[in-house]
């Protein structure tokens, strides 16, 4: 598509129209006709109808960011969004046909679900990157399977959902932070708090996946993921979700994974959404070694949970050797007896800034216990 786009043909069925200087403010009732095209260089604020259009909408600038506001939802046909500082959405959003993604994000209120970039029947997109996504909530309404462009922080995180769940209007997001600290919603998911079949919950990331029917869902990770921390094996990978009459986290599957430790998906079993407020990654068994259950993600903020590297069930074997390496390989902590107290702190003995906090990242460590085969894997640290 060209950079610029003029106005070819557009339909005033009531002519009452405001082009303010720095916003088109449509309070009548228009509408874009077949082989239409227009080009939004400016804010656009929507009191009346704008939602049975067909050919082409455009919003760009290279300038400063855009914004889509109003009382009522504009809906256009084809879509193409060139805004490198983002267009922001302060009413929800339709395209009916086709959207393309040219530079900078679509940003909704993650506090206000509703407001979303809504793809309506089936429509694609084209241009997703970490560059390019919806940075909030997007919502698709259709027959088919779909893929929802979502992400935060600049990193595009994508979440799909099977094609029965699309026909009521499904909506998600993704979340770049630690449910048990929220930022956008009023309660706190206890990653502590789980059924005895889960063993371990991610604390850096989640999704929100809202519809009333039916589906398998597919989550996606990349390295910012520390998926080691949970899991040596995806076979022991698994799908969580925050139930919402339990309030605890539940085992909603692994039928299905592709990729490594550092990237991949896992797709999940069946179960419905709205049963669940919140999704992410958890894992099963493969980190209760024998007697031993090792929690591998450390976050030392004072905020009572994860604050020390926990080893359940050491006290049983006291005879033991706890050390933790950095990613080159030198020892940044030592202790024989290893209780439970460890919580971030460089010891080791050519470590240069002694008993100073590590910075968040990934560690190794090796746990010797006397007459046993030693144990040894990833934990991360996050404050």
């Known amino acids: 598509m060209n950079q610029v786009k003029i106005l070819l043909t557009i339909c005033l069925i009531s002519p009452i129209i405001v082009l303010a200087q720095n916003a088109f403010h449509n309070f009548g009732d228009i509408q874009i006709h077949d082989q239409g095209a227009i080009g939004f260089h400016m804010d656009v604020i929507n009191d009346g109808d704008f939602d049975q259009n067909l050919g082409f ?6 300038d400063t960011s855009l914004t889509v506001s109003g009382n009522n939802r504009p809906i256009f046909h084809d879509v193409e969004i060139d805004v490198p500082n983002d ?41 997703a ?53 929220p930022n956008f919603f009023t309660e706190r998911f206890d990653t502590d708090n789980r059924v005895s079949t889960i063993f371990a919950v991610s604390i850096f990331e989640f999704w929100d996946l809202n519809g009333d029917i039916e589906t398998r869902v597919t989550l996606t990770w990349d390295d910012n993921s520390n998926i080691p921390t ?17 309030n605890q986290w539940v085992n909603l599957g692994n039928s299905n994974f592709s990729g490594d430790l ?26 209760v070694d024998g007697d031993l259950q090792i929690f591998t993600a ?9 604050d020390t590297f926990i080893i359940q069930g050491i006290e049983q074997f006291p005879n033991n050797e706890l050390s933790i390496f950095n990613r080159w ?34 560690y190794y460590y090796v746990l010797k216990i006397e007459g046993q085969k030693d144990r040894a894997g990833y934990l991360y640290i996050n404050r």
Request: glycine fraction near 10%; charged fraction near 25%.
């Open 87 to 127: 267009l922001f959405l302060e009413v929800a959003m339709g395209v009916s046909n086709f959207q393309e993604f040219v530079s900078g994000r679509v940003q909704t209120p993650r506090d206000r679900r509703n407001v979303s970039l809504d793809y309506i029947r089936d429509s694609p997109y084209l241009g």
């Open 329 to 362: 390989g030198v020892e940044i902590y030592n202790k024989k007896g290893y209780d439970n107290s460890w919580g971030g702190i460089s010891e080791g003995r050519i470590t240069i800034s002694k008993d100073q906090e590590l910075p968040v990242g990934t």
């Open 298 to 306: 450390v976050s030392p903020n004072g905020d009572g949970f994860n």
């Open 230 to 246: 949970l899991v040596n094996e995806l076979d022991d990978l698994r799908v969580v979700g925050w139930d919402r009459n339990l």
């Open 129 to 181: 990157d970490d560059a390019r996504y919806v940075d909030g909530y997007a919502s698709i309404a259709g027959l088919l399977d779909f893929t929802f462009p979502i992400g935060d922080d600049f990193r595009l995180r994508p979440m799909r959902i099977e094609n029965q769940a699309a026909v009521n209007t499904a909506r998600g997001a993704y979340f770049f932070e630690n449910p048990n600290t």
């Open 262 to 287: 550092n990237s991949g998906e896992i797709t999940s079993e069946s179960f419905i959404p709205d049963n669940y407020t919140v999704l992410t990654f958890g894992t099963s068994d493969t980190l």
């Open 57 to 62: 909408t455009g919003f760009y600038n290279d």
